[in-house]
């Protein structure tokens, strides 16, 4: 089994998570413990691609791990200081835009109106999602928020794009998004047993501008993939919210029980994707 | 009169040496010539791949073997492997990233002849955005006339031997082979 690449990089990463996440719960505070999960990120990145790239990078699968670096570094400044939320949706905003323009930039000398589209609606998504992921991770454990969520979003989110980047012809970004998502599941873990609130800016923005950079690197540069199945990963940071209204009321479900079943509503919409998947690339999934 | 055409042949044979001299410009003919390349697969079996549309220049004289030049362009798009998802994959950003690298080339630097149809080239090869040299061991096939459009026509054979990871294409490194061993056959017809 372990001579499967895929498994055998989920299973570092998974060891890495618990060790690392474990050892930050040594420091008091939450910043820390949230710096392992972009930690985490840039480690699967290195067991996929074997590599840490050379700067510059020279190619889009190169700035991935650049993109989750400077989102991280940025993420755990914001992480550090006092008082910054504006500065995070203002990120949340940008930071996207950032992405998109430099991982597309070599197709922008011929820019038409379906890449113009594209590269709007991937701004605008990225946005969405960021927006959503820096709203949950601030937003307090009671209220559906908190580390556990913010964890299993991102979980769900890579977990959906995985499926959809194979199809997309990236089974490097499968193999990445899988190895991430194991030790996200050890950081996950620890913060049941152990809470530490490990989902500050540094998560939010080093993974999530890391996913992001991946998903970008796929559809503007391998260009394969459905985008009606990478559409439906927006709805994966608001399930959990939604379901949890509609399923939970908030006095029967509580605290931590509440943020693990509001975790799992999120990763419904996988399902879905999956099944766009199946229903629109038959042949590819047989 | 016996003079004169004693200058007549002096003349015709040093025109014929001094042709011989100078190297010949070829095209290579894409109809005939063929570049692929093989990579190991989990150790079971190699796959075979192949480009199809690429275009190039070779400037090669017999006698003055160092002094040929070569170059060769590969459109990367052109990629075939008989498995299309494969192609795809490898279409994309993690391998060939036929988007940001559409081309790739071989420029010829180094020209040793070891006998009268053996030798090697080295030259510079650029993939995927990085150039490194490569040797290929070449034979040269036939240099003549074709006798079916009576152009002069120099036909070569090449193989060589590159490390993908040099290249910074390291993915699935274990599972699929780092060397890639390369098998161009490479008819090429002189320039009008």
Same mark, same amino acid.
Request: include cysteine; charge should be positive; glycine fraction near 8%.
């Given at each position: ?286 | ?27 290579? @003919?894409?109809?005939?010539?063929? $570049? ?6 989990? %150790?079971?079996? &190699?796959? *075979?791949? #192949? ?63 070891? @006998?009268?149809?053996?030798?090697? $080239? ?6 995927? %955005?990085?150039? &490194?040299? *490569?040797? #290929? ?56």
């Amino acid at each position: 089994m372990l001579e499967n690449p895929i498994i055998l990089a989920a299973l570092i990463s998974f060891v890495l998570g618990l060790v690392l996440s474990g050892l930050a719960r040594v420091v008091p505070g939450s910043t820390i413990a949230s710096a392992v999960l972009p930690i985490i990120f840039l480690a699967s990145y290195v067991l996929t691609y074997q590599q840490v790239p050379d700067f510059p990078p020279i190619g889009a699968t190169n700035k991935i791990f650049y993109i989750a670096l400077a989102a991280a570094l940025v993420g755990f400044a914001l992480d550090l200081l006092p008082r910054t939320a504006n500065y995070r949706k203002l990120l949340a905003a940008i930071m996207p835009l950032l992405i998109v323009g430099w991982i597309g930039f070599p197709r922008f000398a011929k820019l038409d109106i379906e890449l113009t589209a594209t590269a709007l609606g991937l701004w605008l998504g990225g946005t969405a999602l960021l927006w959503r992921l820096d709203t949950v991770a601030t937003t307090s454990a009671e209220r559906n928020g908190g580390s556990i969520v913010g964890t299993a979003v991102l979980m769900a989110l890579m977990l959906a794009f995985a499926p959809v980047a194979l199809l997309g012809g990236s089974s490097t970004s499968l193999m990445l998004c899988m190895a991430a998502v194991a030790g996200l599941a050890a950081v996950a873990l620890w913060e049941l047993i152990l809470p530490r609130g490990a989902f500050g800016a540094s998560a939010v923005f080093g993974v999530g501008g890391g996913l992001l950079a991946m998903i970008d690197t796929v559809t503007l540069i391998t260009r394969q993939v459905d985008l009606s199945a990478l559409a439906l990963l927006l709805l994966i940071p608001y399930a959990g919210e939604i379901g949890a209204r509609l399923l939970m009321p908030p006095k029967r479900f509580r605290g931590r029980v509440r943020q693990v079943l509001v975790g799992t509503l999120a990763a419904l919409p996988i399902l879905l994707v999956i099944a766009v998947l199946f229903l629109r690339h038959p042949e590819s999934l047989s | 009169m016996r003079l004169t055409l004693a200058s007549v042949s002096m003349i015709t044979a040093l025109l014929t040496s001094a042709t011989a001299g100078r190297a010949a410009d070829y095209a290579i @003919d894409p109809t005939h010539s063929h $570049i692929l390349f093989t990579i190991e697969h989990l %150790g079971f079996a &190699k796959i *075979v791949g #192949l480009f199809t549309d690429f275009n190039g220049n070779i400037s090669f004289d017999a006698n003055n073997v160092p002094g040929s030049k070569l170059n060769v362009t590969i459109k990367t798009d052109s990629l075939q492997t008989q498995f299309a998802p494969r192609d795809k994959d490898l279409k994309g950003a993690d391998w060939f990233n036929v988007t940001e690298f559409p081309e790739m080339s071989f420029v010829g630097t180094d020209f040793v002849k070891k @006998d009268d149809h053996t030798g090697t $080239i080295t030259g510079k090869l650029t993939l995927h %955005g990085v150039t &490194k040299p *490569v040797t #290929l061991n070449v034979v040269v096939n036939k240099v003549g006339q074709n006798p079916l459009d009576k152009i002069d026509s120099a036909g070569f054979s090449a193989r060589g031997t590159l490390k993908r990871s040099d290249f910074g294409m390291k993915t699935y490194l274990g599972a699929i082979g780092d060397d890639i061993d390369l098998i161009i056959e490479i008819e090429a017809k002189k320039k009008s």
